[in-house]
């Protein structure tokens, strides 16, 4: 790509797969200049720095989440709104302890909140109550990517031998509790630890459908 057709977008774009295949660490502008086949210098007649690259790519995840429509069922809009999240953020795993922490938010930023703050308050939702939902939501849903993204074994055969590593090094008669929830739930044909989101989730929808009733 010659200088002629970068655009902030395409940058961007660039930035986005560079840090989805190498980590936001391996991020700089010498790299993403690379990445597009131009020397870095070209890239500030359109992103101002790293900073303002990163604002960038935090803008393009939040393009991609699903955004709560305003006037419809707030349940099945957060739940929606909540599996696309995650998915997205498997995606780019670099950005999630990112979402929330840039200074200058992008439109598509501003845009998702503002429909996720119109759903909840199309509702019913108080203004204190929209708020305590949409913390504890991204609470649950941004705890758990960071858990799970970050999980010493990787698919049930290797949480099998973690198991039987840990298990081997327990003292006898020690940890009966941990012991017992290893052996009778974690380490049963089927278990997954993803599946937990959604039990999380549920519990969260429910907790704040009640408090909804009684305001």
């Known amino acids: ?91 780019h795993p670099w950005a999630v302890g990112m979402m929330d922490s840039r200074r200058n938010a992008g439109f598509e930023t501003l845009r998702h909140h503002d429909a996720v703050l119109g759903c909840l308050r199309e509702a019913g939702f108080s203004l204190a109550l929209t708020g305590h939902a949409f913390a504890v939501l991204d609470a649950h849903l941004y705890g758990f990517l960071v858990q799970e993204l970050s999980l010493a074994f990787d698919g049930e055969e290797d949480l099998a031998e973690l198991g039987r590593q840990i298990l081997t090094a327990l003292p006898e008669g020690q940890l009966p509790y941990f012991r017992e929830f290893t052996l009778e739930h974690a380490l049963r044909p089927g278990y997954d630890f993803g599946d937990e989101f959604e039990v999380g989730l549920e519990l969260v929808l429910d907790g704040l459908a009640a408090r909804l009733e009684e305001s």
């Open 1 to 91: 790509m010659g200088r002629s057709g970068l655009t902030r977008a395409g940058i961007v774009a660039a930035a986005v797969g560079l840090a989805d295949a190498e980590g936001v660490a391996a991020l700089s502008m010498r790299a993403v200049g690379k990445r597009l086949g131009v020397e870095a210098m070209s890239l500030y007649h359109h992103v101002a720095n790293k900073e303002d690259l990163l604002d960038g790519m935090v803008d393009a995840v939040f393009a991609e989440f699903h955004a709560p429509e305003v006037g419809g069922p707030w349940r099945e809009e957060m739940r929606a709104r909540h599996h696309s999240a995650r998915a997205v953020c498997k995606k």
